[in-house]
């Protein structure tokens, strides 16, 4: 496992538009963190630059202290996953060989492997698409698609997991499943586990620390209970919000605007 993911005074502005505003934010191997905040905060774009795809325009992302932007695209394919919120699907191939592309930052010259086999074996089972796993991708429903995808990025066993709203197109049962899959991945493998959320029940209630964006700016970062208060709620998002102790874990009520 690597030694941590480091965004230092990191910024980026789109045109004349400033969308990351000095972030620092230290990730570790072994918890999932949860990125929110409003619509245009700058978590999408926070988590491309964490996964070296957009380089900021002042400060640094660096894995194990080297600029992750710099890190070769093979290389950092084997260390570092990220599922997109909103990817094409462009090759009408079944759901096993669609998973299979997650391995393909570690095939040799000889093409697959045992080794590969076993690890999409395992994103398949993982993610509950063994009655799938010959059908056409593009045969599958929204959610089942997006189940694929998290597959594709769990068969490369990459150190970490960035992924972007990857709970959208899911099914209530199958967003509780792949949540405590993530945690699983954080707490039992060890891995670094990034994903960004609108959802802040989920975000409360499954996430080991909360980043809160807003405008560009991190207004919190801490445990669920720390950083999701409130105030920084009121602030960043302009409404009223209880806390519950639900059954299950913290619920969290959104009462209504500030006034």
């Known amino acids: 496992m690597s030694e941590g993911l480091f965004a230092d005074t990191v910024s980026l502005s789109l045109g004349d538009r400033p969308v990351l505003s000095k972030v620092t934010a230290r990730f570790r191997g072994g918890e999932l963190v949860a990125i929110v905040g409003p619509n245009g905060a700058g978590k999408s774009t926070l988590l491309s630059c964490l996964a070296g795809l957009r380089r900021p325009d002042a400060g640094r992302i660096t894995l194990d202290d080297a600029a992750v932007a710099d890190i070769p695209a093979r290389r950092r394919a084997r260390a570092m996953a990220f599922l997109a919120q909103t990817p094409e699907i462009a090759w009408d191939v079944d759901v096993r060989t669609f998973i299979g592309l997650g391995r393909t930052p570690h095939l040799g010259v000889f093409g697959p492997s045992a080794e590969d086999a076993v690890a999409i074996d395992q994103a398949i089972e993982a993610t509950g698409l063994a009655d799938f796993a010959a059908r056409p991708i593009t045969r599958l429903s929204g959610g089942e698609r997006a189940r694929a995808l998290i597959a594709r990025a769990l068969a490369g066993q990459t150190d970490w997991l960035l992924a972007d709203e990857p709970l959208t197109g899911l099914d209530p049962g199958h967003a509780l499943d792949t949540v405590n899959l993530f945690?699983?991945?954080?707490?039992?493998?060890?891995?670094?586990?990034?994903?960004t959320l609108h959802d802040l029940t989920l975000a409360a209630r499954f996430a080991d620390?909360?980043?809160?964006?807003?405008?560009?700016?991190?207004?919190?970062?801490?445990?669920?209970?720390?950083?999701?208060?409130?105030q920084a709620l009121a602030m960043a998002y302009g409404v009223r919000t209880r806390a519950h102790a639900g059954a299950a874990g913290p619920l969290i009520e959104i009462l209504g605007r500030v006034d």
């Open 183 to 195: 945690r699983h991945l954080a707490h039992e493998q060890r891995k670094g586990v990034i994903i």
């Open 209 to 230: 620390r909360v980043l809160l964006l807003d405008r560009g700016r991190l207004v919190a970062d801490g445990p669920p209970g720390q950083a999701l208060t409130p």
